[in-house]
């Protein structure tokens, strides 16, 4: 298996966990709403679309070979602590919105990217002032 297609596993509630070594890309929302998926091992992943893991229930992520995170990835995993990405340059807006638990991220290639973030957390290694600006958009609890 190469390549995950568009909305290929969609609201899959039984699904708790998915390998594929092989796999190199998963296309826009191929696991939207897999609210049981929790492991994802997949090493050799290079791209993702829109909303690809979006209201999943990863704790952790970690895929190394990715340079982009694009908009909406992994919005509203709610159960995300740490995520990993060695060799991504980007993150898109709202890449990991809603995603309240995290407490680290290592990005030690990131350059750049736009509102990504929603709460802080601890960044490895720690990011530039004005890049930190620019990702994360902190709301105040009313």
């Not at 290929?8 to 796999?23: E, I, V």
């Not at 995290?102 to 990131?110: A, T």
């Amino acid at each position: 298996l190469h390549l995950v297609k568009h909305k290929s596993c969609y609201w899959c509630f039984a699904l708790h966990s998915f390998t594929a070594p092989q796999l190199k890309k998963i296309s826009d929302m191929g696991f939207y709403a897999c609210c049981s998926l929790q492991y994802i091992f997949c090493d050799n992943v290079v791209e993702i679309g829109k909303s690809a893991f979006e209201q999943c229930n990863f704790k952790s992520v970690c895929m190394n070979k990715l340079k982009q995170v694009p908009e909406s990835a992994f919005a509203q995993c709610h159960s995300l602590q740490q995520i990993r990405f060695d060799s991504v340059k980007f993150i898109a807006r709202n890449a990991f919105s809603l995603c309240f638990g995290l407490n680290l991220g290592v990005f030690p290639k990131l350059k750049g990217g736009e509102r990504c973030f929603f709460v802080d957390f601890e960044v490895v290694p720690a990011l530039p002032a004005e890049l930190k600006e620019k990702l994360f958009e902190i709301r105040q609890q009313a």
